[in-house]
């Protein structure tokens, strides 16, 4: 039963131009997302997050959006880089869960130069 | 720089030798997590404490174990690996509930 689930196992994008990578959850009862970036032989490194009373939360050059009707989000990387290249989890908590996160298997992004 | 540590980075173990892994964190953080990562999957929460409270996942089989003998460190045990139980395996802390979690590394076990 996965509850959070990232459809696209990779994408690839052009430096400079707009990476959308997606995230859909099955339980309405989750509300704090959060994403989080891993590069090859480290661990996964928190990058944003967002409650489920908001629908947009942006810093720097990423944004996330949450649609909590779809039970969807997205995060969005404007403008691309190189170095962003790694792969992408989403992850999603409940209140009833405390401190623990359901995680995503992960989207690989590729920004290519 | 505070962080959280992980030894070993790779660990080859033989079918059914107990084998044990190390997380280490200077965050001085409450909880700390234990992640089992196989290839192309989510990350699985195995368990956790919070301070001394050990929180067990329901289907955490019962060949991994856990201790934490002190606020810095956390082990796995791992008493009977079998094959299946090659994978990545990420320690994470937070200080409190809810709150961001850090990782380490990872360890890369290889189940021979």
């Known amino acids: 039963d996965q509850q959070v689930k990232q459809n696209s196992p990779s994408l690839s994008v052009q430096e400079g131009r707009i990476s959308i990578l997606n995230c859909d959850y099955t339980n309405s009862m989750f509300d704090y997302f959060l994403w989080y970036k891993k590069y090859p032989a480290e661990g996964p490194t928190f990058l944003i997050s967002i409650s489920s009373i908001k629908d947009k939360n942006e810093d720097g050059r990423f944004t996330v959006f949450l649609n909590k009707s779809a039970k969807h989000l997205s995060l969005h990387i404007v403008p691309s880089q190189p170095g962003d290249s790694a792969v992408y989890f989403c992850a999603a908590s409940m209140w009833e869960y405390g401190n623990k996160l359901v995680f995503g298997a992960g989207t690989i992004l590729r920004v290519k130069s | 720089d505070a962080m959280v540590i992980q030894n070993p980075r790779y660990q080859v173990t033989q079918f059914g030798k107990p084998v044990t892994l190390s997380c280490s964190q200077t965050?001085?953080?409450?909880?700390m997590y234990w992640y089992q990562q196989k290839s192309s999957q989510a990350p699985k929460l195995l368990f956790h404490y919070y301070d001394k409270d050990f929180n067990n996942e329901a289907d955490t089989p019962d060949n991994f174990q856990s201790r934490r003998p002190n606020t810095s460190f956390c082990f796995l045990d791992i008493r009977s690996p079998g094959l299946g139980d090659a994978a990545m395996y990420l320690c994470a802390t937070s200080s409190v509930s809810r709150e961001t979690q850090y990782f380490g590394p990872g360890t890369r076990l290889l189940v021979l």
């Open positions: 965050l001085n953080h409450n909880v």
